[in-house]
């Protein structure tokens, strides 16, 4: 764990240590997080909670970017443990806490059932009454500092960013892409999520440019930890955009369907992430890369859906 200004990262150990964090926001007696991961997770959670003198009693709110699984998992696990805690949500992502069958049933189809239970574990439904959505723009007062909600598409259409006054930084969810430690050795390294169903290149520009104007100093990436050089990581964050635009289009254009049209994505995805990391000087270890690579397969889906779904609106 590292702490910034009350602001507590815990790392999840989702799939790898050091892939997804959560937040646990201290203000005063009172607490927040912010991304709960997955069920798996939510014992973490709690152990930082109790790291700092606090009980679940104390927790105000659970907030989560977006519902993707790996941010929005554990969200019934964490209210069930969390008695007074109310879920704060976009109001596109609401329904599927409320509801998470479909949510559930899809991503069950994707992994199939024994890894789904192994990456997710079991997803309840929150109670309506627990949960609040937040507009584009609103404020919370939460103690000495205020939350402000800041509505961003491109990654999907249901996600937020949530800019502290208290620490100057704002959650970004994958919204500001992502940047392991792993990969900042020789410098700020950050790329974009290009995750299946929602990715479109303008509304993720429009995204990053909403996130340096929030003013904030840092960005608090769900992927992996305080990002400090908002600068760099926007520049990085458009110029990826543009080469997941350029693979889209050459996707959408080539004809190729199915598993081709896949590993034609993966390749053009790998190329980009080559071309980076040689750019950077960057020289991965095994298990690095591993890690990358679940991160090449899933931005390929994304671009290959998106392509496959132009090409039917066009058709």
């Known amino acids: 764990m590292s702490t910034t200004a009350s602001v507590i990262t815990i790392d999840c150990d989702y799939v790898y240590p050091g892939a ?7 203000e005063g007696d009172r607490a927040a997080f ?8 939510v014992p973490r959670l709690l152990a930082a909670l109790k790291d700092q003198g606090l009980t679940p009693e104390q927790v105000d709110y659970a907030i989560i970017t ?12 964490l209210l069930a443990a969390c008695p007074k805690a109310t879920v704060l949500a976009h109001p596109k992502a609401a329904r599927h806490i409320i509801q998470p069958e479909r949510l559930v049933e899809s991503s069950r189809a994707v992994y199939g059932p024994e ?15 627990r949960v609040r959505t937040m507009e584009h723009g609103e404020e ?19 996600h937020f960013c949530i800019y502290d006054s208290k620490s100057k930084g704002i959650f970004t969810g994958d919204s500001f892409g992502i940047g392991y430690a792993g990969l900042q050795s020789e410098g700020p390294f950050l790329y974009p999520s290009t995750t299946p169903t929602q990715f479109h290149a303008d509304e993720a520009r429009k995204s990053v440019r909403l ?12 992927h992996f930890g305080a990002f400090e050089d908002m600068a760099a990581g926007e520049e990085q964050m458009l110029r990826g955009l543009d080469a997941m635009e350029g693979l889209f289009e050459n996707a959408r254009d080539d004809g190729r369907a199915g598993d081709e049209l896949q590993s034609f994505c993966e390749d053009g995805v790998r190329a980009y992430f080559k071309d980076k990391l040689q750019g950077h000087g960057l020289h991965l270890s095994p298990e690095q890369w591993r890690l990358l690579e679940l991160d090449i397969g899933i931005n390929a ?11 039917r609106k066009a058709g």
């Open 211 to 222: 996130i340096r104007e929030s003013g904030a100093e840092r960005a608090y990436l769900t």
């Open 66 to 77: 977006h519902v993707h699984l790996d941010h929005a998992g554990g969200t019934s696990a």
């Open 301 to 311: 889906m994304g671009i290959a859906y998106a392509a496959g779904r132009a090409r």
């Open 20 to 26: 997804a964090a959560a937040y646990l926001i201290v």
């Open 34 to 41: 912010v991304e709960n991961n997955t069920t798996h997770a």
């Open 115 to 129: 890894v789904f239970d192994k990456l997710y574990g079991e997803i309840q439904p929150v109670p309506a009454e």
């Open 140 to 158: 919370l007062r939460f103690g000495e500092r205020t939350l402000r909600f800041i509505h961003t598409r491109g990654h999907a259409d249901h």
